[in-house]
Nanobody
Framework: QVQLVESGGGLVQAGGSLRLSCAAS????????MAWYRQAPGKQRELVAL???????SYADSVKGRFTISRENAKKPVSLQMSSLKPEDTAVYYC????????????WGQGTQVTVSS
């Protein structure tokens, strides 16, 4: 089992920055990937950024060059640094952890609201 707690959401003007953090507890050394997803009203949840245990990262095209996912080690929180924010970045952001052990075990945080005003 893995527990995830997000923090750092809020209201920001377009062009501003926010930093989200996700603290994991429980079976953290079995986590293969950690990621941030987001879900805007009326839309499907989408992958924003992902980081593997080895430190490889990937991003949605819509956030490349503006968002950075990072993690120092398995014991440290995963951060999502968001810059040059746009109103279309407004969504609830969810932290996700995946454990690959014959099947995929998905764990989710409770979500944190990010609102970007124009």
């Amino acid at each position: 089992q893995v527990q995830l707690v997000e923090s750092g959401g809020g209201l920001v003007q377009a062009g501003g920055s926010l930093r989200l953090s996700c603290a994991a507890s429980g079976n953290i050394f079995s986590i293969n990937t950690m990621a941030w997803y987001r879900q805007a009203p009326g839309k499907q949840r989408e992958l924003v950024a992902l980081i593997t245990r080895g430190g490889s990262t990937s991003y949605a095209d819509s956030v490349k060059g503006r968002f950075t996912i990072s993690r120092e080690n398995a014991k440290k929180p995963v951060s999502l640094q968001m810059s040059s924010l746009k109103p279309e970045d407004t969504a609830v952001y969810y932290c996700n952890a995946k454990i690959l052990a014959g099947t995929v075990y998905d764990y989710w945080g409770q979500g944190t609201q990010v609102t970007v005003s124009s």
